[in-house]
């Protein structure tokens, strides 16, 4: 690569890993974000298996335990509030349904920020509108900043990339539809949750849960349903609240409260959960990473360690090789494997997550209460070991200690 200027659209965890790593090789970057600062707060994220190795390699694991939210497991519960079954942390190593290291998501965005500089440089409240590639290079249109030449882009931009709607094509050839949408947010509500993340689940496919944030009183909230594609505005928050209302209206636990709670959240999130799957995570110099280009979903606990085994991967590949089209051909021989498997969501898939009927509910707890008995646990443990299934090579890459 003549032109080693990188960019890279995304700021949440793949883009500034990548930073990072591109930095200590040698690249100058520029990451731009849409949103005007780094996002604080945000649900939890798990790093675990090979992510966790990654981070270590940054450097920064010390700090990723110190942050990360205390929690004793997750816990199944029924109208009343009562326990049906859990599953603790320590469980399957540290790497069960709720990781030994779980972070909320802005903590570890920032961690990974703070780690890029100050090499990298930021241009927040912009996004790329237009590429347009030739031999040397791809020249980029943004919202506001001025057109710019750089060598290679990267879209590390989320399941609704601009970066690959702009080179690939639209969304609905990529994205794989789970039939689940799920909606966060934060609220101080007095619930006493004892430090377990507690789930219950309601006929018709509901889900309701609360885990404790990392400051005192602070929950997070989740609200969760099975459906067939609806219609909504991406950009109308107050009608996607509505839309949760509805569907939830009458269901117990603590339901009531918690939508009352997210009438004022200021940091609610909703969207359907779906799979983004491509045969190629490349196009000439324009390269996708993490969500932008092999979603998992959250039903998985892999997305974190997919963004950060990724952003390793991408930057050893082009240090290493020095020619973008080896390196992106490593980068994919490299992570198709994990990638594959990381994908493959957990036994029962969103019904086992969200079950439909009061009986279908009843043999989620009981498989819950199995987990840690033979034969589930064989079953379960092929899959949390996914998390560490891929052979890191040790590329030229110098962590800045």
Not at 39 to 55: C, I, K, M, N, S
Not at 57 to 66: F, K, T
Not at 142 to 167: Q, T, Y
Request: proline share 7%; hydrophobic share 45%; aromatic share 8%.
């Amino acid at each position: 690569m003549q032109n080693t200027d990188i960019l890279v659209s995304g700021g949440g965890i793949a883009g500034p890993a990548l930073a990072y790593w591109l930095g200590r090789a040698g690249f100058t970057v520029t990451v731009v974000e849409r949103a005007p600062a780094p996002r604080p707060g945000g649900q939890t994220v798990d790093l675990r298996g090979a992510g966790r190795t990654v981070a270590a390699r940054m450097g920064l694991l010390d700090r990723a335990r110190e942050i990360a939210v205390e929690q004793h497991g997750v816990a199944l519960v029924d109208g009343k509030g009562r326990f049906t079954a859990t599953l603790p942390v320590d469980a399957f190593g540290g790497e069960g349904i709720v990781s030994e290291i779980e972070i909320l998501r802005g903590d570890l965005a920032d961690l990974l920020y703070q780690a890029s500089l100050p090499g990298t440089e930021y241009l927040f409240d912009d996004t790329v509108t237009a590429l347009e590639q030739d031999d040397d290079g791809v020249t980029v249109t943004f919202e506001k900043s001025a057109p710019r030449r750089f060598g290679l882009v990267v879209g590390a931009d989320g399941p609704h990339s601009a970066v690959r709607a702009l080179a690939f094509g639209p969304e609905a050839d990529f994205v794989r539809p789970l039939g689940l949408y799920t909606s966060w947010f934060t609220t101080t509500l007095p619930l006493d949750l004892g430090g377990w993340y507690q789930m219950y689940n309601a006929p018709g496919g509901l889900v309701v849960s609360a885990r404790p944030g990392r400051l005192p009183g602070e929950i997070k909230a989740g609200l969760s349903f099975r459906s067939v594609p609806i219609a909504y505005d991406r950009r109308d928050v107050a009608a996607q609240k509505r839309i949760i209302a509805d569907r939830f209206a009458g269901a117990g636990w603590e339901t009531p409260r918690l939508l009352a709670a997210m009438a004022d959240a200021p940091d609610f999130f909703f969207d359907p959960l779906g799979q983004v799957r491509l045969d190629r995570w490349s196009r000439g110099r324009v390269a996708l990473l993490g969500d932008a280009g092999y979603c998992a979903t959250p039903l998985t606990g892999l997305g974190t360690s997919l963004a950060l085994v990724g952003a390793y991967v991408l930057a050893g590949e082009l240090a290493a090789a020095g020619d973008h089209r080896v390196a992106l051909r490593g980068y994919e021989r490299v992570m198709r494997p994990y990638v594959t498997e990381a994908q493959k969501l957990p036994p029962g898939g969103a019904g086992g997550f969200a079950p439909s009927t009061a009986l279908a509910i009843r043999l989620r707890a009981a498989s819950m209460r199995s987990m840690t008995r033979w034969p589930m646990r064989g079953i379960l443990a092929a899959q949390f070991a996914k998390a560490g299934n891929i052979t890191l090579p040790d590329y030229p890459l110098p962590a800045m200690r």
